[in-house]
């Protein structure tokens, strides 16, 4: 079946814009996270969801990091006024369940560069 | 806490074996590893669960020790196809994953 998709796979922004990336899991999972990865690095945590409910958002740098999941399937992250600072991959990954039991499926990513 | 792996770096001749490990300061629930190639998303191998299992992958396995909250991954006779960067992702609680800095792996023939 197909796995977890992302877009845009690449998005340039300029500092000060708005953007919204988006992540479609994989049918039938119920828990869906948000990670960033740094070049070199694991990905790191930013915010988790069971079904449409945010479960978890600590992981979110600060308040213009915003994440949403109305119907239980797709998600959005949403980045408001983009700092340089915010250029990375950013990659979702989903989970038939939220337990570490069980796998997780990372999707391609999506690369973030504000200039 | 992001768990620490070692070493940050192995180069192999393929047939040749390697041990990657992974160290957590807090208790866990359990370990995950993955593998990411260059340019592409990370990609499950094998989840160990607390209880010291050992899991096998192909001529990959690990190791989980809870009480030293460590575990090991054992790439046994290498291939071509083994190398990439190797992630250690550790569980204190039920959902949520803390990813080391990974271990580049390069096999060469």
């Known amino acids: 079946g197909a796995g977890v998709s992302q877009s845009p796979r690449y998005k340039v922004t300029k500092r000060g814009q708005d953007v919204a990336l988006r992540c479609d899991p994989i049918s039938g999972h119920v828990s869906l996270y948000w990670y960033r990865q740094a070049l070199g690095q694991g990905p790191e945590f930013l915010t988790y969801f069971n079904y449409e409910a945010q479960q978890d958002k600590s992981g979110l740098p600060n308040d213009r990091f915003s994440a949403e999941r109305p119907e239980g399937s797709i998600s959005t992250l949403t980045i408001q006024r983009t700092e340089q600072r915010d250029s990375a991959m950013y990659r979702c990954?989903?989970?038939?369940?939220?337990?570490?039991?069980?796998?997780?499926?990372f999707g391609p990513g999506t690369r973030l560069l504000v200039l | 806490q992001q768990p620490v792996q070692s070493p940050q770096a192995v180069i192999l001749r393929e047939g040749e074996d390697a041990v990657i490990n992974c160290s957590s300061s807090?208790?866990?629930?359990?370990v995950h590893w993955y593998r990411q190639k260059h340019g592409e998303a990370p990609v499950f191998l094998m989840i160990?669960?607390?209880?010291?299992e050992q899991k096998g992958h192909e001529k990959i396995s690990a190791s989980f020790n809870e009480k030293k909250q460590q575990s090991s991954l054992y790439l046994t006779a290498s291939q071509l196809s083994y190398s990439g960067t190797y992630f250690c992702g550790t569980a204190p609680n039920d959902y949520k994953l803390s990813f080391g800095a990974g271990t580049t792996v390069t096999v060469r023939a």
């Open positions: 160990l669960l607390k209880g010291g």
């Open positions: 990954a989903s989970s038939p369940r939220g337990a570490t039991w069980l796998a997780q499926y």
């Open positions: 807090k208790a866990l629930y359990s």
